[in-house]
């Protein structure tokens, strides 16, 4: 069956440190890959997508690339902020948008 | 625009009792579907809807039911609680349609749910 494996968190970092978050993920075909992000008290939001081998996903300085010989989804930041403190969780969609999601990776970010 | 609104916010019950979750949307989405999220198992899917009168299991179905008579709305329900079903639950919305897998998920601020 469809799975996310992601990196298992806590993983806390000083600001302006790049961030690494592994999501490696199993699946029939070609599915879509997201990454959410949820804040305290709030429901997901949408980071970033990608719908296509080598596909590139970006937003607000996060990026994370579709690549179909490793499977993985990896989300990278080049320098974080105390604002980026949130859980992200790595996502596919194979079929009917049944979305799949990694266990959540809490990021804590110290000034 | 309202988004994604779910009532109650926070909820606890008694074994045994039974409650309905609402989930309303306003942004003329076909899909709503909702899911559980509990410590260290990411979310998990209960149950969806790709119209108006058209519902289908997710991944942990048992214990809930839905109903879609509007396309706006789309309560879960628990018919007698169980400890078990102690979570934050979360309802979220798609466009639908064509390239449904493609399309990021609109989601609710989330019930948190107590079954004593």
């Known amino acids: 069956g469809n799975s996310v494996t992601q990196m298992e968190g806590p993983v806390t970092l000083s600001e302006e440190a790049f961030l690494t978050i592994n999501c490696t993920y199993t699946a029939t075909g070609y599915p879509s890959l997201f990454w959410y992000v949820q804040y305290p008290g709030e429901g997901l939001q949408l980071l970033l997508k990608?719908?296509?081998?080598?596909d590139k996903g970006s937003n607000k300085g996060f990026e994370a690339t579709y690549r179909k010989e490793t499977t993985s989804f990896h989300l990278e930041k080049g320098s974080v902020q105390v604002s980026d403190s949130a859980v992200y969780f790595c996502?596919?969609?194979?079929?009917?948008?049944?979305?799949?999601f990694g266990q959540g990776t809490r990021l804590t970010i110290n000034p | 625009n309202a988004g994604v609104t779910q009532t109650p916010k926070f909820q606890v019950l008694k074994t045994g009792q039974s409650m309905t979750l609402q989930c309303a949307q306003d942004?003329?989405?076909?899909?709503m579907s909702w899911y559980r999220q509990d410590p260290g198992m990411g979310l998990r899917l209960i149950h969806y809807s790709v119209g108006a009168g058209i519902t289908d299991q997710g991944e942990v179905p048992n214990g809930y039911n839905v109903s879609r008579s509007t396309t706006e709305d789309f309560p879960l329900r628990l018919l007698s609680a169980a400890p078990s079903q102690t979570s934050v639950y979360f309802c979220a919305t798609a466009p639908g349609g064509r390239g449904l897998s493609n399309q990021p998920q609109h989601f609710g601020d989330g019930t948190r749910l107590s079954i004593l």
């Open positions: 990608a719908t296509k081998a080598d």
């Open positions: 996502a596919l969609s194979r079929m009917a948008q049944k979305l799949v």
């Open positions: 942004m003329n989405h076909e899909y």
